[in-house]
């Protein structure tokens, strides 16, 4: 079965790479630029699963987006990505850079699909 995946960074660059990574891990996969982005595809689409955003963003950081994400959607599975921040409010992370196989074993372990 395949799983909608919301993914999430301001890096063109990187947003292709893990959109890539996803869907080599049989994932659907929707991305967005920005939090308020996201926001939107949310709300368009009632079939994600899963959210994974990069916390350092502008305008609205991964934080922020996961927390408004949450309020509306509170079954959502949601997984942050970060070279430099914490991790906060118990969600799992995955630092960057990450290997095919760290985002494979992240993803099984942290949301049990993908």
Known sequence: MSHTVLVVDDDPSVLDVIVDMLEDLGCEVISARSGHDALDRLKQNQDISILI??????G???????????????????LQLSGREPRRDGLPMIRKPFSFEELASTMQRTTGIC
């Open 53 to 58: 955003t990069d916390i350092n963003m502008p």
């Open 60 to 78: 609205m950081d991964g934080h922020e987006l996961a927390e408004r994400a949450r309020r509306d959607r509170p079954e959502l599975k949601i």
